[in-house]
């Protein structure tokens, strides 16, 4: 099954070799049209990927349906849910005729033991809709899939209260940020009297990272003036994701740079 591997959630939590031994685990089931595959309250049995068919996601409202998506071919329809291992907040039914392939949760836990990366990485874009566009941003640049893992599953999340302070005045600059929304600004004194300049900083676009990568010390300081939210990654992340991926490195930072 090429296409499954190659255009679905498997391509994350298996290697090639891996997958075709981990195939013998899973479970394919046939639904005709209409049949319910889960309902809302259900804890699933595991990760649930229709091969054939189209999946209709929808809720009930007293006795009315009301229909929030549908999920094609090779697209994961409880990613979120089976990784947390908890019940649906929806049911799922096929809207037409399919096959269905469904990796047992005791499997599913298994590999994600085994790779913490994957893990971490399932877990933030399923969590923030920031991630996930950041994501499709690294698709957009060509980058392999292995390298946007392990970028992402590198992260951490900050949450930053008013007039905190992310860098002080000839510090040197040891994390990149990404901002999702908030304010931050950046402040710096000049040598003519002492007047003090200041700009602000940019949400959803990468700061510090140049400074970072080439470890510079700064005459400036960084500080919140509103709540602020984003992710980080450090240098030792950054240089060891530049030894590990060198062209997808390369394809990352020239977009950085324009």
């Known amino acids: 099954m090429p296409d499954l591997y190659d255009y679905s959630i498997l391509q994350i939590l298996y290697d090639l070799d891996e997958f075709f031994v981990a195939m013998n685990t899973f479970e394919i089931r046939t639904y005709n049209t209409g049949d319910i595959i889960a309902n809302e309250g259900e804890v699933p049995e595991g990760l649930l990927i229709p091969l054939t068919g189209k999946i209709e996601i929808f809720s009930k409202n007293f006795e009315e349906l009301l229909t929030s998506g549908t999920v094609q071919p090779f697209r994961s329809v409880n990613t979120y849910v089976a990784l947390r291992q908890r019940p649906f907040n929806y049911s799922i039914r096929f809207e037409s005729a399919g096959d269905l392939l469904i990796i047992p949760q005791k499997e599913l836990q298994r590999i994600l033991s085994k790779k913490p990366e994957a893990a971490n990485y399932l877990s933030y874009v399923t969590e923030n809709i920031e991630i996930r566009n950041f994501a499709k941003t690294i698709d957009s640049l060509g980058c392999s899939i292995a390298f946007k893992i392990a970028f992402i599953s590198r992260f951490e999340f900050h949450t930053f209260e008013p007039q905190s302070w992310i860098l002080q005045s000839q510090e040197k600059a040891r994390r990149a940020y990404y901002f999702f929304e908030g304010q931050v600004i950046s402040q710096q004194k000049l040598s003519d009297g002492g007047r003090?300049?200041?700009?602000?900083?940019?949400?959803?676009?990468?700061?510090?990272?140049?400074?970072?990568?080439?470890?510079?010390?700064?005459?400036?300081?960084?500080?919140?003036?509103?709540?602020?939210?984003?992710?980080?990654?450090?240098?030792e992340n950054i240089l060891l994701l530049k030894k590990k991926f060198p062209e997808d490195f390369d394809k990352l930072q020239k977009s950085l740079d324009k």
């Open 196 to 235: 003090i300049v200041q700009w602000p900083v940019p949400c959803r676009k990468w700061s510090l990272w140049n400074e970072t990568v080439e470890q510079v010390t700064l005459p400036s300081v960084y500080k919140t003036t509103a709540k602020t939210t984003g992710v980080s990654i450090s240098c």
